[in-house]
């Protein structure tokens, strides 16, 4: 009677265990532009020190920059492959928060929360002070 019981239990716990992994947001994303529909970037997110942060690896055809023009401090002119644009993102419940992304188009920092939409699919949001003031771009995970 206990391997009745023992057998079920043992693949229910490995079947979410399975969903967990599923649900990392380390690996490589394609951004798909909120405002004109068109593939711009891929990033790859990874981890370090407990947060994680992006780094833009490849431009796509529909990237209209290559250098951050618009950009402060020291990205001013940086090319944008190779730029951290998103970090200090920390897991909070299901999603990740209290982060900071780059706009590379306008220079433009603002705070970022990120949730799955599925396993293969990121709501990235950013926006200033409150969340209800933002936008959101959705990523898909480059397989």
């Known amino acids: 009677m206990k391997g009745k019981v023992l057998i079920p239990t043992l693949l229910l716990l490995f079947i979410g265990s399975l969903s967990i992994q ?6 490589i994303w394609k951004t798909i532009d909120d ?3 068109r593939e711009k970037s891929h990033i790859e997110i990874y981890e370090e020190n407990g947060k994680y942060r992006g780094k833009v690896i490849k ?5 209209t920059a290559t250098h951050c023009s618009a ?10 492959t190779g730029m951290i644009i998103l970090w200090d993102l920390e897991p909070v419940g299901k999603s990740f928060d209290n982060g900071t992304i780059l706009d590379p188009k306008t220079g433009k920092v603002y705070d970022c ?3 799955f939409q599925t396993p293969d699919k990121l709501d990235v949001r950013g926006y200033m002070g409150l969340s209800l ?3 959101t771009q959705t ?5």
């Open 22 to 27: 599923a649900q990392s947001i380390k690996g």
């Open 35 to 37: 405002t004109d529909g």
């Open 59 to 63: 431009l796509l055809p529909g990237a």
């Open 71 to 80: 950009c402060k401090g020291n990205n001013k002119n940086k090319p944008i």
């Open 113 to 115: 929360k990120v949730s």
């Open 133 to 135: 003031l933002g936008r």
């Open 139 to 143: 990523w898909y995970r480059v397989k």
